[in-house]
């Protein structure tokens, strides 16, 4: 089983939809959780932490689900510019931050 | 805001050649990373490096090297370059906090093709 898992989409939605993705990880004892965007041919961004209490930013919340070790991400109201490839980021060390785990991205296609 | 930046948007080499790719960031973190990413593949860790002089093995070193002798500057060298190394070589920078994680911050990405 891979350490982080993402359904590889690609997701196809029109402008003003609601989608959800989901990531799974396979170490419990994962510590902190990481959702980022890349557009197409450029690098990866941070979109939001993940944190064990959920979190929203305008249009994006984040959900953690340690129990079934997974992670969410949910966009609400598409927009065209929305469309991207999403990586789930997993680390599994607390402290310095040394080394992440992605997941290979979801991508999102939304359509007018 | 951070800035990491990477020295090369785009550069072609020939295979046997010594490659330096470099990256500096300007916010005193003390991490440094150096990726590779190639499709069906994603991100795959090189190297990295938490603080001057130190450096650790991600998980594909082989066939490459890295030099940190300043704290906002992180090497990537290709010994010999290879076709096989024809690749986007993505350099991150992340801050050290006791007991919290924090996000990596990347360059735009090299697009380095070996001829």
């Known amino acids: 089983r891979k350490e982080v898992e993402q359904d590889p989409g690609p997701f196809n939605v029109p402008e003003g939809a609601t989608v959800a993705f989901n990531c799974t990880y396979s170490n419990s004892a994962s510590q902190s959780f990481f959702w980022y965007r890349q557009d197409c041919r450029k690098e990866p961004k941070l979109l939001m932490s993940?944190?064990?209490?959920?979190n929203e930013d305008g249009r994006f919340t984040a959900q953690l689900n340690r129990a079934s070790q997974y992670i969410s991400l949910l966009i609400r109201d598409s927009k065209l510019s929305d469309s991207a490839t999403y990586l789930c980021?997993?680390?599994?060390?607390?402290?310095?931050?040394?080394?992440?785990?992605w997941g290979l991205g979801t991508s999102l296609a939304v359509n007018p | 805001d951070v800035k990491v930046t990477q020295s090369s948007r785009y550069l072609v080499k020939r295979t046997g050649e010594k490659v330096f790719l470099e990256c500096v960031q300007d916010?005193?973190?003390?991490?440094m990373f150096w990726y590779r990413q190639d499709p069906g593949l994603g991100l795959r860790l090189i190297y990295f490096?938490?603080?001057?002089?130190?450096?650790e093995k991600g998980d594909i070193p082989e066939g490459y090297s890295v030099s940190r002798e300043k704290k906002e500057r992180f090497s990537l060298i290709l010994e010999s370059a290879s076709t096989n190394q024809t690749s986007m070589y993505l350099c991150?920078?992340?801050?050290?906090?006791?007991?919290?994680?924090?996000?990596?911050?990347f360059g735009d990405g090299t697009r380095l093709s070996i001829l």
């Open positions: 991150a920078s992340s801050l050290v906090v006791v007991y919290s994680n924090q996000p990596q911050h």
């Open positions: 993940v944190y064990s209490s959920g």
């Open positions: 916010m005193d973190h003390e991490n």
């Open positions: 490096s938490y603080d001057v002089k130190m450096k």
């Open positions: 980021v997993v680390n599994n060390r607390a402290g310095n931050n040394r080394k992440l785990i």
